[in-house]
């Protein structure tokens, strides 16, 4: 059996419903948690005494906490229904809106996390009505500036230190870099002609005539280059002098040439250095020659010192100039080598030939002398060893470079780390290298510090000014690189005259 009472039952219903409930009974009861009946211990007392006396088991109903700890102080049973937090948060909402008073009593109440939230949204909202009274009757005015940037270049006397020196890197008295040693191994292969290797180190060497048809003396010092009518070059090997023309002694004169590498197009000239009696050379670049042919050169007989065959034979000479050209070409090239095999993340490669040194590890060639080979092959191995710097490192110290000389009137942005740049003019004190370095930083106007009073200025010249016109008037200052105006309440459309009214703020 269930009974319901309601919070505006009276206490004699209550009292006369219980009295004609049948002995020896289970009932359940439900009593409204606003009811008066809460608030008089005396009647609850008599309440409990009718239940016994009529032996009847009653278990009240209850859906709130309150409601739960009364009756159990008294010693009733109790079955608690509690809402679901999803009710309960309806519940709520549906107070907040519509019996905002309820509400507000009900989380008091409850003095759980929704009281705090109630009063910090209320606190809240009487803070916000004053701030919103305060802006109608005093208006602000908010600047929004963005500095411009400028960039300056640094260069600083840095000594790099081996990063196993331990020592050194404490020493107060300058800024010290760590340097790092690596090395990189190389082969280099190559095979090359035989003719070709002959052709390089022995070119056609032959006698010639210089005509001269001129009135005019010539003097020819060695390699003065010769050219026939198809652009195949060739140089004399000695000083010559080449006498005037005259009718009683026309001037001849026989000098030795040889034949160049290359014709005037820088093409291999291989067996067209073979050419046949009378052929005509010219002196390159002179006029009276190339264009007047009034000076020029013939082949006294002809040239034919091409020979396959001959080509063919290995020596020693050509052994031993193909091994310096293999070290060689790993000292021309090592920059470039190293490069291509550097593959340390926020590494920078010290670019000098006093921080980068090379040996021979191996040096092999195939073929031998006298050798009947049409081509020679040989490889070499080479140990290339180079110094290298952190960037990390090298931005720190710049760092501490520009925190060691502050600005007082520009504040640092970033570091331009793309700017880096070494000197060539490096000195060496032992293992210490000191290399001048350059970097740019960005910098702007530390309107924070503000000690061209720049701000003070601006103020004093915007007041009582249109919007429009005093946002282009900041951006006419080269220390601003972007300027807006927001005025709050917003119908305002020209700055104060209160200077306290305008603030500033920086992007």
């Not at 009593?31 to 608030?39: A, G, K, L, Q, V």
């Given at each position: 059996?269930?009974?319901?009472?309601?919070?505006?039952?009276?206490?004699?219903?209550?009292?006369?419903?219980l009295?004609?409930?049948?002995?020896?009974?289970?009932?359940?009861?439900y009593?409204?948690?606003?009811?008066?009946?809460?608030?008089n211990?005396?009647?609850?007392?008599?309440?409990?005494?009718?239940?016994?006396?009529?032996?009847?088991?009653?278990?009240?109903?209850?859906?709130n906490?309150?409601s739960?700890?009364?009756?159990?102080?008294?010693?009733?049973n109790?079955i608690?229904?509690?809402?679901?937090?999803?009710?309960?948060?309806?519940?709520?909402?549906?107070?907040?809106?519509?019996?905002?008073?309820?509400?507000?009593?009900?989380?008091?109440n409850?003095?759980?996390?929704?009281?705090?939230?109630?009063?910090?949204?209320?606190?809240?909202?009487?803070?916000?009505?004053?701030?919103?009274?305060?802006?109608?009757?005093?208006?602000?005015?908010?600047?929004?500036?963005?500095?411009?940037?400028?960039?300056?270049?640094?260069?600083?006397?840095?000594?790099?230190?081996?990063?196993?020196?331990?020592?050194?890197?404490?020493d107060?008295?300058?800024?010290?870099?760590?340097?790092y040693?690596?090395?990189?191994?190389?082969?280099?292969?190559?095979?090359?002609?035989?003719?070709?290797?002959?052709y390089?180190?022995?070119?056609?060497?032959?006698?010639?005539?210089?005509?001269?048809?001129?009135?005019?003396?010539?003097?020819?010092?060695p390699?003065?280059?010769?050219?026939?009518?198809?652009?195949?070059?060739?140089?004399?090997?000695?000083?010559?002098?080449?006498?005037?023309?005259?009718e009683?002694?026309p001037?001849?004169?026989?000098?030795?040439?040889?034949?160049?590498?290359?014709?005037?197009?820088?093409?291999?000239?291989?067996?067209?250095?073979?050419i046949?009696?009378?052929?005509?050379?010219?002196?390159?670049?002179?006029?009276?020659?190339?264009?007047?042919?009034?000076?020029?050169?013939e082949?006294s007989?002809?040239?034919?010192?091409?020979?396959i065959?001959?080509?063919?034979?290995?020596?020693?000479?050509?052994?031993?100039?193909?091994?310096w050209?293999?070290?060689d070409?790993?000292?021309?090239?090592?920059?470039?080598?190293?490069?291509?095999?550097?593959?340390?993340?926020?590494?920078?490669?010290?670019?000098?030939?006093?921080?980068?040194?090379?040996?021979t590890?191996?040096?092999?060639?195939?073929?031998?002398?006298?050798?009947?080979?049409?081509?020679?092959?040989?490889?070499?191995?080479?140990?290339?060893?180079?110094?290298?710097?952190?960037?990390d490192?090298?931005?720190?110290?710049?760092?501490?470079?520009?925190?060691?000389?502050?600005?007082?009137?520009?504040?640092?942005?970033?570091?331009?780390?793309?700017?880096?740049?070494?000197?060539?003019?490096?000195k060496?004190?032992?293992d210490?290298?000191?290399?001048?370095?350059?970097?740019?930083?960005?910098?702007?106007?530390?309107?924070?510090?503000?000690?061209n009073?720049?701000?003070?200025?601006?103020?004093?010249n915007v007041?009582?000014?249109?919007?429009?016109?005093?946002?282009?008037?900041?951006?006419?200052?080269?220390?601003v690189?972007?300027?807006?105006?927001?005025?709050?309440?917003?119908?305002?459309?020209?700055?104060?005259?209160?200077?306290?009214?305008i603030?500033?703020?920086?992007?």
């Open positions: 059996m269930k009974v319901f009472f309601q919070k505006n039952d009276s206490l004699y219903k209550i009292f006369k419903t009295e004609k409930l049948p002995t020896n009974k289970s009932v359940h009861i009593i409204d948690p606003e009811h008066s009946f809460f608030d211990e005396r009647r609850w007392k008599q309440l409990k005494e009718l239940i016994q006396e009529r032996h009847i088991e009653a278990y009240f109903i209850t859906k906490d309150r739960k700890y009364f009756f159990q102080s008294l010693w009733l109790v608690h229904q509690e809402k679901s937090k999803i009710l309960r948060a309806l519940n709520d909402i549906y107070l907040f809106f519509f019996n905002f008073k309820r509400f507000h009593l009900l989380a008091y409850r003095k759980n996390y929704i009281f705090y939230v109630v009063f910090g949204f209320e606190l809240a909202f009487i803070l916000w009505i004053f701030y919103v009274l305060y802006s109608l009757i005093l208006p602000s005015w908010n600047i929004y500036i963005k500095p411009s940037q400028h960039s300056e270049s640094i260069i600083y006397n840095f000594r790099y230190y081996p990063n196993t020196d331990s020592e050194y890197a404490k107060p008295r300058f800024l010290s870099i760590p340097i040693s690596w090395l990189v191994k190389h082969k280099y292969e190559l095979s090359i002609s035989t003719a070709n290797i002959k390089l180190q022995n070119p056609s060497r032959w006698e010639a005539i210089i005509v001269n048809k001129t009135e005019k003396k010539y003097s020819f010092i390699k003065t280059r010769l050219v026939t009518d198809d652009w195949r070059l060739f140089q004399t090997i000695v000083w010559n002098e080449i006498p005037a023309w005259s009683n002694q001037s001849e004169t026989t000098v030795k040439i040889k034949a160049m590498e290359k014709d005037d197009n820088w093409v291999f000239m291989w067996s067209r250095w073979n046949p009696a009378w052929t005509k050379l010219y002196i390159k670049n002179l006029n009276q020659s190339i264009y007047l042919k009034k000076l020029y050169a082949i007989q002809d040239i034919t010192w091409w020979s065959s001959s080509q063919w034979t290995i020596t020693d000479k050509d052994i031993t100039i193909l091994s050209k293999l070290s070409y790993i000292t021309q090239n090592k920059k470039e080598i190293v490069s291509q095999n550097f593959k340390i993340n926020n590494g920078i490669l010290l670019w000098f030939n006093d921080t980068m040194s090379q040996s590890q191996e040096l092999y060639i195939k073929n031998k002398t006298w050798e009947q080979s049409p081509i020679i092959q040989w490889y070499i191995i080479s140990n290339l060893s180079f110094y290298y710097i952190k960037r490192d090298l931005i720190k110290w710049f760092s501490e470079y520009i925190l060691q000389r502050p600005s007082e009137k520009s504040k640092l942005v970033t570091i331009d780390k793309n700017s880096l740049v070494f000197f060539d003019n490096i060496k004190e032992g210490i290298i000191i290399i001048p370095t350059k970097i740019d930083i960005i910098q702007w106007y530390d309107f924070t510090k503000d000690i009073w720049i701000l003070e200025d601006i103020k004093t007041v009582s000014m249109d919007k429009e016109i005093a946002q282009k008037t900041i951006m006419s200052y080269p220390e690189a972007w300027a807006t105006i927001k005025i709050r309440p917003p119908r305002y459309s020209t700055l104060p005259k209160l200077k306290s009214r603030n500033f703020i920086f992007q």
